[in-house]
């Protein structure tokens, strides 16, 4: 059974791939500065470049959580969207804010704190924004026959992230205090409710893929989403280490952000061991490679390279460095970005009545931009470690050991390269289904 | 074998408790260790005027500060004592882009009032106890 207002979820998902688009042109901007050809600094210097870069990545995955919920919500409470052209206004709003941001960044309107550049009045924009979204679902989810476990996890995870965006927004005199509750936000999302939200789109792929009974799934989404937050909560510690609290962080952090590749690992083997256990083999083969993607990816680049430098023993050289970029990129690639191009490749099909299952370029998309973003990773990792090595241990100057690194941003930018003719694939596909209809939803 | 409810149980319980123990902990750091730690009592009306313009030029976009931001440009948690006042406010104030080693920073013309709270700012945060953030080099000679 599928329902009419699921559409609305098709345009969210374009202005993802819009968006996402957008973040790469600007990552090559940042890459070739790092190679040492800052040739655009008079009209994006880098400070701009990264703003952008980031702030896209936010706003882009944003917007595929909220088309996966208007998918998602309607097909599990049994119930039509309770107002679509509500929804159609939030999403204008949406994009509306994001533009302002954007070309805000290129004229010094900002504040600059990491993630969190949108200014204030903004801040409250996004805020009414979101609680529209939020209210159109869960009025949905009141309205109809059916609250699963599923539809209730996903709802969770995103009432928790908007309620989280609000520390974000109290100012601070005080650095400390200020990078303190910058973490309530950035932490507490991506290595909190974020996984909430990962988690119920996984589950909700999972039993429309592998056909295995809702019950098993749903059962080991509450053990998932209990080891993120039983892990994750307290190991926000690890971001505390040396911005100016106390002893205890290095030992609450350290333990407990150790066990956060649990939930990833606990991700990646629900999803292959349902897939081997289901008898129903789904035709969309691209959907599943997404799909079973994102649990594998996201044990690797957001469980086992986090917990490479965790420790405080290994974060006290580490942190601040390339190192990070390393563990960001494959952490934000496998959990949240694989995630929404699995939905949006399950969904497709359904909206449009299209059945590109099986096709050459959405294959391609799947190995290269994986392959190409491995890549990054590995040529990312190499430069930090010698960073580390040559301005932490050594103690060379900041600007002669990136005059040494510069190499690997050439390699950097091959990977790269590889990444974005992934996603250029996956975008003519998305381009191929073309638009949703009524009738494809009704058959 | 587990059963649904048992897991909804250890989901809700797992997360109620460590949500308090964390909830606790920030309390103790915020109103014990940071007063301390961080020397409010120093943070005068020129140091919060300072981290304004830090941050309403996106300084962490390029550099770190107690290891934040980006990695494009030096860290500057320590930046005070690594090299002065003098050389900061050459860098803030200069009229074309201040490139050392060849990568550029956004030529900001800052007066030299704003030079000096920018530089209280930078001083301020050199003094805050980071548990011995940034490491000494081992093998400098």
């Known amino acids: ?443 | 074998m587990l059963s649904k409810l048992q897991a909804r149980a250890f989901f809700l319980g797992g997360t109620i408790v460590t949500f308090g123990i964390f909830l606790g902990l920030s309390w103790n750091s915020l109103s014990n260790e940071v007063p301390k730690r961080t020397h409010e009592e120093n943070l005068s009306p020129q140091v919060i005027h300072g981290k304004e313009i830090w941050e309403s030029n996106n300084c962490m976009g390029c550099h770190t500060i107690l290891g934040e931001g980006a990695y494009y440009a030096p860290e500057l948690t320590k930046v005070y004592d690594r090299r002065g006042e003098g050389y900061i406010k050459a860098a803030l104030m200069s009229k074309t882009p201040w490139s050392p080693r060849g990568r550029q920073m956004v030529a900001y013309a800052m007066t030299e009032q704003d030079a000096n709270d920018v530089v209280a700012f930078l001083k301020w945060i050199g003094e805050v106890d980071l548990n011995g953030f940034p490491p000494k080099p081992q093998y400098k000679k």
Request: aromatic share 14%; with cysteine; charged share 10%.
């Open chain 1, 1 to 443: 059974m599928k329902y009419k207002s699921q559409k609305v979820a098709y345009w969210f998902f374009a202005l993802s791939m819009l968006l996402l688009s957008l973040q790469i042109v600007y990552g090559f901007i940042m890459a070739f500065a790092h190679m040492g050809y800052d040739v655009l600094h008079p009209v994006i210097a880098f400070n701009t470049a990264r703003a952008v870069h980031t702030n896209l990545l936010v706003v882009w995955l944003l917007s595929g959580f909220m088309g996966a919920a208007y998918y998602i919500i309607p097909e599990e409470a049994e119930h039509e969207l309770v107002n679509v052209k509500l929804a159609y206004i939030q999403l204008i709003t949406l994009a509306l804010v994001g533009v302002v941001a954007i070309i805000g960044y290129h004229f010094n309107y900002w504040e600059g704190r990491k993630f969190l550049e949108i200014p204030r009045p903004l801040d409250w924009l996004v805020v009414v924004n979101v609680l529209t979204f939020l209210g159109l679902i869960l009025v949905t989810l009141f309205k109809g026959k059916k609250r699963t476990t599923t539809a209730l996890v996903l709802s969770m995870g995103l009432f928790f992230a908007a309620l989280l965006y609000l520390p974000g927004m109290i100012w601070f005199d005080n650095q400390t205090m200020d990078s303190f509750f910058r973490w309530w936000v950035v932490h507490l999302w991506v290595e909190g409710v974020w996984e909430l939200i990962m988690g119920g789109i996984l589950a909700f792929l999972l039993i429309k893929i592998t056909g295995v009974d809702r019950e098993v799934i749903e059962k080991w989404l509450y053990v998932i989403v209990g080891l993120t937050f039983i892990s994750g909560i307290l190991g926000t510690g690890h971001h505390y280490y040396y911005i100016g609290v106390g002893k205890v962080w290095l030992i609450v952090g350290g333990i407990f952000s150790a066990m956060e590749p649990l939930a990833f690992l606990g991700m990646a083997l629900f999803a292959i061991s349902m897939y081997r256990k289901g008898e129903k083999k789904h035709p969309n083969k691209i959907a599943l490679n997404w799909t079973l993607g994102t649990a594998i990816v996201s044990f690797v680049g957001a469980g086992l390279l986090g917990l490479a430098h965790t420790l405080p023993q290994v974060n006290m050289y580490t942190h601040g460095t390339l190192v990070t970029a390393m563990h960001g990129h494959l952490a934000f690639w496998g959990a949240y970005a694989m995630i929404v191009l699995a939905i949006i490749s399950y969904a497709l099909p359904n909206l449009t009545g299209r059945k590109l299952f099986d096709t050459t370029t959405g294959l391609l998309a799947f190995w290269l931009s994986n392959i190409g973003m491995i890549g990054m990773t590995v040529a990312f990792g190499v430069a930090g470690v010698a960073q580390v090595y040559l301005e932490r241990m050594v103690g060379l100057e900041f600007g002669d050991v990136q005059k040494e690194i510069e190499v690997h941003f050439f390699i950097l930018i091959c990977c790269a390269t590889m990444f974005t003719t992934g996603i250029v694939c996956y975008i003519i596909e998305f381009l191929k289904y073309g638009q949703p209809t009524d009738e494809a939803l009704e058959a």
